[in-house]
């Protein structure tokens, strides 16, 4: 397999390629002043199984960049092209809440099946979408951060007390305190606004006895985990440590963050960010086993 990042993917591609046994190459996006981009993609890439990594933080920026590399290596002999995004952006809106509104998440699942032949992401951002293949044409692959987490969690924060800032954040808050054998809550969320919310935090001995340890899956205006950080402080608790697996930090999220008090702020490398501390490389790379099996498979088939 050929692996290809986006330029600002290098860092995760680095670490990727050795695990995967794969073969590095670098593409080149130029963009002029007009706006437009031109992909230049290594040569030879006959008969090759390629993946694209290029995270989704910022979909509209990539999306036409990531169809005209897909079909340009289609077009320079490659048998498959992938799409490893550990970010996926647009699966939010998955409902039309008003007349008139796209459904940008089947929209957009479209799109990327129109030029993949397979995708995988780390820990999309669903709410009604209980599956990916609900939505893309392709086969995915979800990779769960859980198992990092916990081991960081275990390695640095062995008193942590787990809390999830709202309820859709449960999901991951009860498997990361099971795989660390830490005990969790879950916060109320009460959203009025884009960048106005309320957070609930329950009367609990145990989070006094420990260090607070937020976990979400995204923070994007920050608005979740600052009232989280302020509601604990006013209860008298350590301040606390806030595990993000996406780094989507829109505009000063990440200061606020810190200004409210955070203790410390790690993420994932999923998105390129100065608080990346665990690196999904590893797995990532083991769950792309199950694709280079195939695709072996199919050339002695």
């Not at 290596?73 to 007349?99: H, N, S, T």
């Not at 937020?214 to 985990?225: E, F």
């Not at 390129?272 to 792309?288: F, I, Q, Y």
């Amino acid at each position: 397999m050929i692996l290809i990042p986006f330029p600002e993917m290098l860092s995760l591609a680095q670490a990727l390629a050795p695990e995967l046994g794969g073969e590095l190459r670098h593409l080149d996006w130029h963009r002029f002043p007009d706006g437009e981009s031109l992909l230049t993609l290594p040569g030879d890439l006959d008969g090759s199984d390629i993946a694209l990594l290029a995270t989704l933080r910022d979909p509209d920026r990539f999306a036409l960049p990531l169809r005209f590399a897909a079909t340009t290596a289609r077009e320079m002999g490659a048998r498959r092209v992938g799409l490893i995004a550990p970010y996926l952006g647009y699966m939010r809106q998955d409902r039309r809440f008003q007349v008139g509104q796209a459904v940008s998440a089947q929209l957009f699942a479209k799109f990327l099946g129109e030029s993949f032949d397979w995708l995988m992401t780390v820990d999309p951002h669903l709410h009604r979408i209980a599956r990916l293949d609900e939505v893309f044409p392709m086969p995915t692959i979800r990779v769960a951060s859980a198992p990092l987490l916990a081991d960081w969690i275990r390695a640095n924060l062995p008193d942590a007390v787990l809390l999830g800032p709202d309820s859709e954040s449960q999901q991951w808050v009860a498997e990361v305190a099971r795989l660390a054998d830490r005990p969790y809550e879950v916060l109320r969320k009460t959203r009025t606004g884009d960048k106005s919310v309320e957070v609930s935090v329950p009367r609990s001995i145990t989070l006094h006895q420990g260090t607070p340890v937020i976990l979400d899956d995204i923070a994007s205006s920050g608005r979740t985990m600052v009232r989280a950080i302020e509601r604990l402080a006013a209860t008298g608790t350590r301040p606390p440590v806030c595990i993000i697996i996406h780094a989507v930090f829109a505009g000063s999220a990440y200061e606020d963050i810190l200004a409210a008090g955070a203790a410390q702020v790690v993420t994932t490398d999923t998105i390129p960010h100065p608080s990346n501390g665990v690196s999904v490389a590893t797995l990532v790379a083991h769950e792309m086993q199950s694709i280079l099996s195939t695709s072996i498979t199919e050339q002695n088939s």
